[in-house]
């Protein structure tokens, strides 16, 4: 009886968390950054999907960068709106700014 509820379950919450995008179909900085194989703690990928288009947990990205400037959306990353994590003191200088670079492009 057991089981045959949690079973179910398990497989419904396996089905939710998003995968990274492969790793060898990507070649920019900021979008390896975003799926999690420079830093494991820096894994927005869990959250917006691999390419950005967001999962139930997290929104879609593509656009943003036509709705919001860079400083708006480095906020957003440094800051951890809602129940996004803030990445403050995760990135350095440069891979923020490659990651912005990245989200930029998302259209
Ligand atoms: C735990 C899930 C989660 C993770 C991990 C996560 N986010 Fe988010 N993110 C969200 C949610 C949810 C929102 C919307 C929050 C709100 O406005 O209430 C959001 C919002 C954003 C926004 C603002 C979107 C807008 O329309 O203004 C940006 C930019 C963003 N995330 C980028 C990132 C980046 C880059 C990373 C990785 C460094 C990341 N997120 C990691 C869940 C997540």
Known sequence: MR???LLPLLALTASCS???AARDTI??????????????????YVCHAGDGSGT???SNLVGIGEKENREAIEKSIR?????MPSFEGKLTDQEMNELIDWIETLK
């Open 3 to 5: 089981m045959s509820l």
């Open 18 to 20: 998003a995968s990274p």
């Open 27 to 44: 070649a920019d900085r900021g979008q390896l950054l975003f799926n999690g194989y420079v830093h494991k703690n820096v894994d927005c």
């Open 56 to 58: 139930w947990k997290g």
């Open 79 to 83: 800051s951890g709106p809602g129940i």
